[in-house]
Nanobody, 114 residues
Framework: QVQLVESGGGLVQAGGSLRLSCAASGLNFSIFRMGWYRQAPGEGRLLVAAISWNEITYYAGSVKGRFTISRDNAKNMVYLQMNNLKPEDTAIYYC????????WGQGTQVTVSS
């Protein structure tokens, strides 16, 4: 069974940085395209960044130039470095495959104050 455990969220002022981590198990991690998703209050869950098995990356327009996704296949980890955070980045952040598997982790809360 796929398990995804996100960590690294917190409260930060606008302009600050956070690094999110995701530990994945129960899947052949190295062959999957992995993504970071976020869900703001009252909104749907959206893909913000993804990285393929050969490290080709995708970013949503709202985060391009500020967020960087990376992965460590030896550790089954995927990361999201978030710089120059804005209040509109406030959300619960999740990792999953892209497209997503039905199993979601608990997510990690990111709150950006203005």
């Amino acid at each position: 069974q796929v398990q995804l455990v996100e960590s690294g969220g917190g409260l930060v002022q606008a302009g600050g940085s956070l690094r999110l981590s995701c530990a994945a198990s129960g899947l052949n991690f190295s062959i999957f395209r992995m993504g970071w998703y976020r869900q703001a209050p009252g909104e749907g869950r959206l893909l913000v960044a993804a990285i393929s098995w050969n490290e080709i990356t995708y970013y949503a327009g709202s985060v391009k130039g500020r967020f960087t996704i990376s992965r460590d296949n030896a550790k089954n980890m995927v990361y999201l470095q978030m710089n120059n955070l804005k209040p509109e980045d406030t959300a619960i952040y999740y990792c999953n495959t892209d497209p997503p598997d039905g199993n979601w982790g608990q997510g990690t809360q990111v709150t950006v104050s203005s």
